[in-house]
Nanobody, 131 residues
Framework: QVQLEESGGGLVQAGGSLRLSCAAS????????VGWFRQAPGKVREFVAVVNRNGVTTYYKDSVKDRFTISRDYAKNTVYLQMNSLKPEDTAVYFCAAANTRDQAWWYSGSYFYQPSYEYWGQGTQVTVSS
């Protein structure tokens, strides 16, 4: 079993920045792809970003691609989501999720985009961006 815990959320003004952290325990961190999802009020949960187990390959939701950066620190068993130039529409609960030992087909098929592709989920952290 893998346990994930998000932190770093909070209230920030539009144009500001936040860095979210996803701390992992259990399992072998380097074997998991880790993604970030978010759910805004009244909306479904949506994909935000993902990083592969090697920390090299990343994919982003189009609307955040130029503003957010996902990375991982193997020494700390932590994945980060650096969020810059935040907008009110970024307001949501942000979740991290882990997918165990994904092969090339998982990436080619776009499975990283979908929630059922991930085995483990954190509880979420609230991000609120004011106008």
């Amino acid at each position: 079993q893998v346990q994930l815990e998000e932190s770093g959320g909070g209230l920030v003004q539009a144009g500001g920045s936040l860095r979210l952290s996803c701390a992992a325990s259990g399992g072998i961190f380097s074997t998991y792809a880790v993604g970030w999802f978010r759910q805004a009020p009244g909306k479904v949960r949506e994909f935000v970003a993902v990083v592969n187990r090697n920390g090299v390959t990343t994919y982003y939701k189009d609307s955040v691609k130029d503003r957010f950066t996902i990375s991982r620190d193997y020494a700390k068993n932590t994945v980060y989501l650096q969020m810059n130039s935040l907008k009110p529409e970024d307001t949501a609960v942000y979740f991290c999720a882990a997918a165990n030992t994904r092969d090339q087909a998982w990436w080619y098929s776009g499975s990283y985009f979908y929630q059922p592709s991930y085995e483990y989920w954190g509880q979420g952290t609230q991000v609120t961006v004011s106008s």
